[in-house]
């Protein structure tokens, strides 16, 4: 159930979650397991009001290439909550 009561028009237009990470947009990369992505989603779609994106890349790492998920948010403020509050970074 979603914590923000009242409505969003990005939601209601389907534009909050962009396909392409914008330059102007702050992001961080989060290593890749498995569902994690679908869990992210379902946090920022409850828990949170301005754009976001969520996308799979890669790193090189220690000659290693691994995959990543970058996510980025709009609102710099936003990207501060979601590294404080949300439950699925604190786990590793």
């Known amino acids: 159930m979603p914590k923000i009561k009242e409505p969003n028009p990005l939601n209601f ?5 962009l396909k392409l990470l914008p330059n102007h947009f702050e992001f961080i990369t989060v290593g890749l397991t498995y569902n994690i992505e679908t869990a992210f989603i379902n946090w920022i779609e409850d828990n949170l009001k301005s754009r976001y994106y969520i996308g799979k890349s890669f790193s090189l790492d220690n000659n290693q290439v691994g995959a990543i998920l970058k996510i980025g948010f709009e609102d710099s403020k936003e990207l501060s909550y979601f590294v404080l509050a949300c439950p699925h970074l604190k786990y590793k």
């Open 13 to 17: 237009y389907s534009l909050r979650r």
